[in-house]
């Protein structure tokens, strides 16, 4: 069996990964490596056999050492917003140097063309990973249904959710799938280079998101229809740091223009079992709402 490494092991994405490398693909724990800026927080892991590395995006030197005897990587594209660029492609020279066999790596819908702020950073770094010559595999991953914790909760304790995107929708995906998806390539890669549009089964508008938690909850919620100027200017106001508000528009901005609606079967082909719907994620969640 191939070595495979996962690298932001520490994370809820990768930490989903490894167990569903573990648990779903039944990957022996001596075939995985979890890496880590700090390998501390991965003990979890360890204890069950998983072998667990330093590998810091932000010390190229690190990269080349924690990618050796690795075939198979998976690059976690890091939270550095501004900065990923180099940290990814000094990760793709660091698989190179160690004669990694295939890349994998986590990317976004359209980003080519997105109008998320970020776009341009994935787009440069599936450019680095083509460009290495290696075989790859790209999850252009869609938007978490978790994400909706981030402005959900707070909009149903106000009873208004305000909205720059228009009727534009986003096709929600629950994290363990997209994980499940992507575990099931690492395990058994497709022979090709491949990319891969991970997204829900629907694209649903902040209107058909607001109906269903009014269901759920039971409480009020009415979606407001706001410019990104007047968002942008609530979001200061209510204390959002300012370097975040433009990529919070730069989202509703994309939505708005069907960025984030594309619906594909690749993450139920490569799960194998049905996708978690977006009702039934609200309501297993309905406390945190």
């Known amino acids: 069996m191939s070595k495979i490494l996962v690298t932001g092991a520490s994370g809820k994405l990768g930490t989903l990964v490894i167990r569903h490398l573990l648990k779903t693909e039944n ?13 501390a927080k991965l003990a979890a892991l360890q204890s069950e056999g998983v072998e667990t590395r ?16 690795i075939d198979r990587l998976l690059i976690i594209s890091t939270d550095a917003i501004g900065s990923r660029v180099p940290q990814h492609e000094a990760a793709v020279a660091g698989a190179i ?3 990694v066999t295939r890349l994998f790596y986590t990317s976004m819908f359209s980003p080519e063309t997105s109008k998320v702020s970020f776009a341009p950073e994935h787009q440069a770094s599936e450019a680095a990973i083509k460009a290495s010559g290696l075989a790859y595999s790209i999850f252009r991953n ?24 228009g009727e534009g929708g986003t096709s929600y995906i629950a994290r363990d799938d997209i994980a499940r998806a992507m575990a099931a390539e690492l ?3 497709a022979d090709q280079s491949t990319i891969y549009t991970l997204s829900g089964g629907h694209a649903y508008s902040k209107a058909e998101i607001a109906a269903l938690a009014r269901t759920i909850t039971g409480k009020p919620l009415a979606v407001v229809d706001v410019t ?16 975040f508000i433009p990529v919070i528009v730069s989202v509703e901005a994309a939505t708005r223009a ?9 993450a139920e082909k490569l799960a194998r079992t049905p996708l978690q719907s977006l009702k039934d994620f609200l309501e297993a969640n309905k406390a945190a709402l």
């Open 258 to 266: 069907g960025n984030l609606a594309t619906v594909t079967p690749d």
């Open 27 to 39: 990957v022996a724990p001596g075939n995985i490596v979890a890496a880590s800026r700090d390998p």
């Open 54 to 69: 330093r590998a810091d995006f932000t010390d190229p030197g690190s990269l080349s050492e924690a990618f050796k005897g």
């Open 187 to 189: 395990a058994n890669p």
């Open 97 to 99: 140097k160690a004669g």
């Open 142 to 165: 869609g938007w978490y249904m978790e994400n909706l914790f981030n402005g959900l909760p707070a909009a149903l304790a106000s009873g208004n959710w305000y909205n720059a995107a």
């Open 228 to 243: 990104e100027e007047q968002l942008a200017g609530g979001l200061k106001a209510a204390g959002i740091p300012e370097a």
